[in-house]
C-alpha cells in the first residue's frame, strides 16, 4: 500500500507516542555519540528517552544550552559535519550508569567499573564507534 507521496508504511501496527498533560512522553532509550566525519573525533556522548533524530536537531537548534548541548559547546559546531551514531538500549538497563561506562570505555579504555552486564552492551557499542571512527581513517 503506496501513498501519493511515494512511501510506504512498514507495519500495519502503529507506533504510540504518549502525550499526557501536554507533554510528549519518551519511548526508547538510546545512547549516542558525535563524531566529526572529516576527523572521527569525538565530540560529544549523549543519551535520550527520544528519538536520536530529534534529540539530535535539538542539539544544534535550541537555544536552552542543555538541550543544545552540541550548539553551546563545541565550537563552529553550525559549520562542521556529524555523524551520530546512535544504539538503543534494552529495557530495564539504566542509561546514564551506560552512558558513564560508555563515555569511560571512549575516553580511556578503561572496563574496571564494568559490570558484566554493562559490558555486553557497551563492549558492542564501543567496537562499533571505533570501527566507524577508523573507517574515516581509510577514506583520506
Known amino acids: 500500500m503506496g501513498s501519493e507521496y511515494g512511501w510506504r508504511m512498514s507495519s500495519s501496527q502503529p ?3 504518549a502525550v499526557r ?3 510528549v512522553r519518551p519511548s526508547g532509550s538510546w545512547l549516542y555519540v558525535w563524531l566529526d566525519s572529516t576527523s572521527g573525533e569525538i565530540v560529544h556522548i549523549g543519551g535520550t528517552g527520544f528519538d536520536p533524530e530529534l534529540r539530535a536537531y535539538l542539539h544544534l537548534t535550541s537555544d536552552d544550552p542543555r538541550l543544545g548541548r552540541v550548539r553551546a ?9 556529524f555523524d551520530v551514531l546512535a544504539f538503543e538500549v534494552a529495557d530495564g538497563i539504566a542509561r546514564e550508569p551506560a552512558k558513564t ?3 569511560a570505555r571512549l575516553s580511556t579504555d578503561d572496563d574496571r567499573q ?12 564501543a ?9 574515516l581513517s581509510a577514506k583520506d
Open 114 to 125: 564494568l559490570t558484566d552486564g554493562l559490558r555486553e552492551i557497551i563492549d558492542p557499542m
Open 127 to 135: 567496537r562499533a564507534v571505533s570501527d566507524y571512527r577508523a573507517s
Open 101 to 103: 561506562a560508555l563515555i
Open 21 to 23: 498533560s501536554g507533554r
Open 73 to 81: 559547546e563545541v565550537p563552529r559546531s553550525g559549520e562542521r559535519d
Open 15 to 17: 507506533r504510540i507516542i
